[in-house]
């Protein structure tokens, strides 16, 4: 399904993913032939406006790290198109991507993995200019010192190598390196998930400066509402590998309507006494990605399951100011 696409006349969308699927197979017996899929993204419509930051929450396998890699096509889609700045990139080979990688760059969770630590920070930051401009030695170096002074590092940080720095900094050269092409799209999947609450904070508004500054799109992906709370101008809640309700944040956090957002929401410690909700405890564990419940993949664990849920999948319906939901409990009756 797809997020009224007539839409389009109005918006800006700088991405538009259409039924975007990313299935996996499994192999088995002695000849290894393909026995079944894990749907890791079963079916994913959503559009992300340009200069926004489209959050994106899930539980780990809700499939929201795969989406991230195969929109970046880090990875390719098994169905589905991904439109990038009106271009379908969906199959676009190495080369036709290359200029396309200049303006979609990913921050990842970890910058221990990510950063190789046999390199400098010069030599990080350096690296992409390489292999994507014909900026001359002295052009690499200012540019790498005006990206650490733009992330809050001296300029004298270049020197040293990952290892010498904190998380927080580490994660700071991360998206140093990121923007080091002038990217119009990062997706930052879980940028701040290995860091301590106190540098959370500082990472997220560094995050929210340089996108005023760049004029950046963000994917924001996060298992945490408060953290996706923080960053998002919208954000959309995934569950197995669908998209279960999508929504300006206000509209998301004020009045959840899918079930599943509303047990989430429901765990997130409240400071406001009069408003604190009831917490939902969901029964069972998310199930098989390789194996997903018939219909709405969250009926295993709902408390309003019904016959239609095991029946009918539940499609995205629009309920008004940009809010949508995949659940029957809200299909209109004829
Ligand atoms: Fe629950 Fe049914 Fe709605 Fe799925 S469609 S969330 S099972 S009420």
Do not use: W
Request: net charge positive; hydrophobic share 35%; with cysteine.
């Amino acid at each position: 399904m797809q997020l009224k696409p007539e839409t389009k006349i109005d918006q800006d969308y700088i991405l538009e993913a259409r039924n975007i699927k990313k299935y996996f197979p499994i192999k088995g017996g002695i000849l290894k032939k393909t026995i079944g899929h894990v749907k890791a993204v079963d079916g994913v419509s959503l559009n992300i406006l340009r200069g926004e930051t489209l959050g994106v929450v899930g539980e780990s396998g809700s499939g929201k790290s795969t989406l991230g890699r195969v929109l970046l096509r880090l990875m390719n889609p098994t169905e589905g198109q991904i439109i990038f700045e009106n271009q379908d990139i969906s199959n676009f080979g190495n080369r036709q991507l290359r200029p396309i990688r200049r303006d979609m760059q990913v921050v990842f969770q970890d910058p221990y993995a990510s950063l190789n630590s046999k390199m400098s920070v010069q030599e990080l930051i350096e690296e992409p200019l390489l292999v994507q401009t014909k900026m001359s030695k002295s052009e690499r170096k200012d540019k790498a010192i005006s990206l650490l002074e733009k992330v809050g590092l001296r300029a004298d940080a270049r020197l040293k190598y990952p290892h010498e720095f904190s998380g927080g900094q580490r994660q700071r050269i991360s998206i140093a390196r990121a923007l080091a092409l002038n990217p119009k799209f990062v997706i930052c999947d879980e940028p701040v998930s290995a860091l301590d609450v106190s540098i959370q904070a500082q990472v997220l508004n560094l995050m929210a400066d340089l996108q005023d500054e760049f004029n950046l799109t963000y994917l924001f992906i996060a298992h945490d509402l408060s953290v996706v709370k923080h960053i998002s101008d919208r954000v959309a809640v995934m569950y197995l590998g669908r998209i279960a309700e999508i929504a300006p944040k206000k509209n998301l956090y004020d009045t959840p309507l899918h079930p599943y957002t509303r047990a989430l929401l429901s765990a997130v410690p409240s400071t406001d006494v009069r408003n604190r909700r009831e917490k939902i405890i969901l029964k069972g564990d998310l199930p098989s990605p390789s194996n997903p419940p018939s219909g709405c993949a969250f009926r295993t664990r709902c408390p309003h399951a019904h016959d239609l849920c095991a029946a009918v999948r539940p499609e995205l319906l629009d309920v008004g100011n940009g809010h949508y939901v995949a659940c029957h409990l809200y299909n209109k009756p004829n």
